[in-house]
């Protein structure tokens, strides 16, 4: 019974971890004709915020809860960023950034989904699925 509790306890105290407050989640895409950017930025808070190249204007759009927050968060940290960079440009372009200050900046970058790793690019849709509806 008490290697249950102690079990229990240690158990809860790291699922109950907290995400890094200066961590962040960052996905966009852009360019083509109008050179026009756009970008989400998931907080730790689960807050999304919304911004474009065409104004100075941060709005935010959503609030996730706890519960989804960690999760992408939990994906996102999954995906490996930090072995996966890859930086190519084109007409149009689509990103995912993963960050904690100046700690770490994980970026990858793609024009031809093809040339994306299928797990990026599944966790980016989901993810601008989630923000768009």
């Known amino acids: 019974m008490k ?5 229990s306890f240690i158990f809860g ?11 962040e989640i960052i996905v966009g895409s852009g360019g083509g004709f109008a050179n ?3 970008s989400y930025t998931i907080k730790p808070s689960g807050e999304i915020l919304y911004r474009t190249n ?12 706890k519960a989804q927050t960690k999760k992408i968060f939990k994906t996102v940290q999954g995906l490996h960023l930090d072995s996966l960079s890859q930086s190519e440009t084109g ?5 995912l950034v993963f960050s904690e200050g100046k700690k770490f900046s994980y970026k ?18 989901s993810l601008m ?4 509806n």
């Not at 105290?13 to 961590?23: H, L």
């Not at 699925?129 to 768009?132: R, S, V, Y």
């Open 54 to 65: 065409k104004s100075d204007s941060v709005k935010v759009i959503q609030k996730l809860t």
């Open 91 to 95: 007409n149009m372009n689509h990103y």
């Open 3 to 7: 290697k249950l509790i102690l079990f």
């Open 13 to 23: 105290v790291f699922a109950c971890k907290s995400i890094p407050k200066e961590q």
């Open 108 to 125: 990858t970058q793609w024009t031809n989904p093809k040339n994306v790793n299928d797990s990026i690019k599944t966790f980016y849709q």
């Open 36 to 38: 026009l950017w756009q």
């Open 129 to 132: 699925d989630k923000i768009k």
